[in-house]
């Protein structure tokens, strides 16, 4: 097998064993599941910041998170609204990010920390590059 082609070779049909069938569920329209609108964060949160972890791996999904805030810091920064980022790390672990720029307009704290595609980086108005995207 070369880098640019799989090959995936075909096996001969063998009746599943007992322990196989008892652990897999049976995957027909049933388990077919339409969830409301932030459940599947809720319970798959891995798909949208890599693997959870615990931190002590540099893919742990708690790094993509910092390198978030850190990017938001960033554009901050870019446009002029903050003149410096501190970033603090503990011996604990912890992490501080604080930029010192506009933060978010205290009428839509609520929103922004708890609805799902909520922020101000949509358009090209408030925000005219962002490192993160």
Request: charged share 30%; glycine share 12%; net charge negative.
């Amino acid at each position: 097998m070369n880098n640019d082609i799989f090959e995936i070779e075909e096996r001969e049909e063998t009746a599943p064993s007992t322990a196989a069938s008892s652990n897999a569920g049976t995957y027909d329209d049933n388990a077919i599941q339409t969830l409301k609108w932030n459940e599947h964060i809720r319970r798959r949160p891995g798909m949208y910041i890599g693997k959870l972890g615990d931190g002590t791996h540099s893919d742990d999904g708690i790094y993509v998170l910092i390198k978030e805030v850190v990017d938001n810091s960033i554009d901050e920064f870019n446009m002029g609204a903050g003149k410096r980022i501190d970033i603090t790390l503990t011996e604990e672990g912890e992490v501080t990010v604080r930029d010192y720029g506009r933060g978010i307009p205290l009428g839509k704290v609520k929103e922004v920390a708890s609805d799902i595609n909520t922020g101000g980086k949509f358009d090209d108005k408030n925000f005219k590059k962002s490192v993160g995207l």
